[in-house]
């Protein structure tokens, strides 16, 4: 099925400048990015988008490492793109990551650092990618609405 999925480079993605990489990976596999932005995350984004981890004892150091530089936010879209995104981009612990995704390629290997500074973000559900698209495109709220009608 054709889907749309909400994908993130994150702050160390950013500074080690993969954004033409993941862009090629993404779009060697058929998978189109149909909208882009630079932006800085807000403290209170953090905490809604990382709700489900903000009890953990790491949160403090995942809400230091998003709010350590600019973000790349991203809209893709393809067949199964919310599967696809999450196979390109490996599991969350780089050291896990195998060679050839782009955690396991770029994420942090060290013990310490290999669960939190992973380089990308991607949906892991459908319903979640329609949040986390409206959460930080909420300038294509109206075009959404269409958007998921005339899906490329
Ligand atoms: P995901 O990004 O692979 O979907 P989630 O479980 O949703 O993984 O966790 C969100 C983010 O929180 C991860 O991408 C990573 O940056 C950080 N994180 C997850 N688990 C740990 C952990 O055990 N230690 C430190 N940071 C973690
Ligand atoms: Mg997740």
Same mark, same amino acid.
């Given at each position: 099925?054709?889907?749309?999925?909400?994908?993130?480079?994150?702050?160390?993605?950013?500074?080690?400048?993969?954004?033409?990489?993941?862009?090629?990976?993404?779009?060697?596999?058929?998978?189109?990015?149909?909208?882009?932005?630079?932006?800085?995350l807000t403290e209170e984004l953090i905490h809604e988008h990382y709700a489900? /981890?903000?009890?953990?004892?790491?949160?403090?150091?995942?809400e230091?490492?998003?709010l350590?530089?600019? /973000?790349?936010?991203?809209?893709?879209?393809?067949?199964?793109? /919310?599967?696809?995104?999450?196979?390109?981009?490996?599991?969350?612990?780089?050291?896990?990551?195998?060679?050839?995704?782009?955690?396991?390629?770029?994420?942090?290997?060290?013990?310490?650092?290999?669960?939190?500074?992973?380089?990308?973000?991607?949906?892991?559900?459908?319903?979640?990618?329609?949040?986390? /698209?409206?959460r930080?495109?909420?300038?294509?709220?109206?075009?959404?609405?269409?958007?998921?009608?005339?899906?490329?």
């Amino acid at each position: 099925m054709k889907e749309r999925t909400y994908v993130m480079l994150k702050p160390d993605g950013v500074r080690k400048h993969l954004l033409l990489e993941v862009i090629k990976r993404f779009e060697q596999n058929n998978l189109m990015i149909t909208n882009l932005k630079e932006m800085k995350l807000t403290e209170e984004l953090i905490h809604e988008h990382y709700a489900h /981890v903000s009890d953990k004892p790491f949160f403090p150091k995942l809400e230091e490492y998003m709010l350590s530089g600019p /973000v790349i936010a991203m809209i893709i879209e393809g067949e199964d793109a /919310v599967n696809r995104v999450r196979k390109l981009m490996g599991p969350t612990n780089c050291k896990e990551a195998l060679p050839g995704t782009i955690r396991g390629d770029y994420g942090n290997k060290d013990d310490e650092n290999c669960r939190t500074y992973n380089v990308i973000h991607g949906s892991d559900s459908v319903e979640n990618a329609e949040i986390e /698209v409206n959460r930080f495109f909420p300038e294509l709220k109206e075009e959404n609405k269409s958007l998921k009608k005339t899906i490329r």
